[in-house]
């Protein structure tokens, strides 16, 4: 079965540069960001894998967690990491996943045949404290990830998780937000008293709630 938004994500044990992991207990109530590689030692991946070490500080900030996978060897991890420091200037700061029997790239159904057999496609999946699955990107082997919009998703999923509001194209944080359909114009007075504007019945914007 695939994994669908607001399902469990599964859990799994694995071998990872940073030792055996369980899924669950590493990601121990936090947000997690679970992304796959085709493989190592390829360019793209190598300068996503740098970008993410380079972010983790930002990933702190939102109490969330990065895992990475392909479904190469420890041992290849481990050279392929010197290159990753050496190339963009970083250390990987995050644990990266060995999957060469394919059991969490089946898990996750991140190999897509018709792209490649033996190879993942580029997958992110950003899990919830309550281990759902909150989103699912599929990008292309040939296409190297936004790291920022994995950012901003998550600024956006923490937001809408503690208010009734929705977040609207290209939306950063700090920008006006959308009161919830749900939301009925009563209540949406006393839940935003700085008011909100009424651009149409249903498409109702206010400051950002928490900014
Ligand atoms: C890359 O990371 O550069 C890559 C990996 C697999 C296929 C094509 C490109």
């Given amino acids: 079965m695939p994994v669908r938004i607001g399902d469990d994500a599964p859990n799994f044990t694995c071998d990872t540069t940073e030792g055996k992991v369980d899924f669950y207990d590493w990601k121990a109530g936090k947000w997690a ?3 796959s590689h085709p493989r190592d030692f390829t360019p793209v991946c190598t300068t ?29 991890h481990f050279r392929w990491v010197g290159d990753i420091n050496e190339v963009c200037k970083t250390e990987v700061n995050f644990p990266m996943i060995a999957d060469p029997d394919k059991s969490v790239a089946n898990l996750y159904d991140m190999i897509h045949p018709n792209a490649s057999d033996t190879a993942t496609v580029r997958s992110v999946f950003i899990v919830g404290p309550d281990n759902k699955v909150k989103l699912m990107l599929t990008y292309p082997a040939s296409t190297g990830r936004n790291f920022q919009e994995i950012l901003r998703v998550i600024d956006s999923l923490q937001l809408t998780a503690g208010h009734k509001v929705s977040t609207p194209a290209d ?39 928490n900014a």
Wanted: glycine content about 6%; cysteine-free.
């Fill in 171 to 209: 939306w950063k944080q700090g920008e006006d937000v959308i009161i919830g359909s749900a939301v009925s114009d009563d209540d949406a007075k006393k839940l935003f008293p700085n008011g909100y504007t009424a651009v149409k019945p249903y498409l109702r914007v206010t400051k950002q709630p």
């Fill in 33 to 35: 960001v679970l992304f």
């Fill in 48 to 76: 996503e894998l740098g970008a993410v070490a380079r972010l983790k500080p930002e990933f702190d900030k939102r109490n969330t967690k990065v895992i990475a996978v392909s479904v190469d060897a420890l041992q290849d």
